[in-house]
């Protein structure tokens, strides 16, 4: 049963830090594309960072509204994806979900298309001082 749990989320000032992990179990992490999405409110969900399998040479794609911000990382012995955020904005608030796609290819088709197979339950991030 594939699953996906993630945790890091809180509140946070501008121009702070956080790291969100999201724990996989049923599959393994680096043979599937998986990445980062966020939903504030009354907004759509967006892709924030993705990373495509192994066979598909672990592309990133990150977008550009947190490009140098924010980076996305993969610990395959823990089977663990993590989102490390820095200088975070208000409008960086939102909650934020990990998602695993076995057939999709590219990690920008996976972010800009917001496709995925299986979700994560979310965890918030709330920036404001």
């Known amino acids: 049963q594939v699953q996906l749990v993630e945790s890091g989320g809180g509140l946070v000032q501008p121009g702070g830090s956080l790291r969100l992990s999201c724990a996989a179990s049923?599959?393994?992490?680096?043979?599937?594309?998986i990445g980062w999405f966020r939903q504030a409110p009354g907004k759509e969900r967006e892709g924030v960072s993705c990373i495509s399998s192994i066979s598909s040479d672990s592309n990133t794609y990150t977008a550009d509204s947190v490009k140098g911000r924010f980076t996305i990382s993969r610990d395959n012995a823990k089977n663990t994806l993590y989102l490390r955020m820095s200088s975070l904005k208000p409008e960086d608030t939102a909650v934020y979900y990990c998602?695993?796609?076995?057939?999709?290819?590219?990690?920008?088709?996976?972010?800009?298309?917001?496709?995925?197979?299986?979700w994560g339950q979310g965890t918030q991030v709330t920036v404001s001082s």
């Open positions: 049923g599959f393994t992490l680096d043979y599937s594309a």
């Open positions: 998602a695993a796609d076995f057939a999709i290819t590219s990690s920008q088709s996976m972010c800009v298309m917001t496709r995925a197979d299986y």
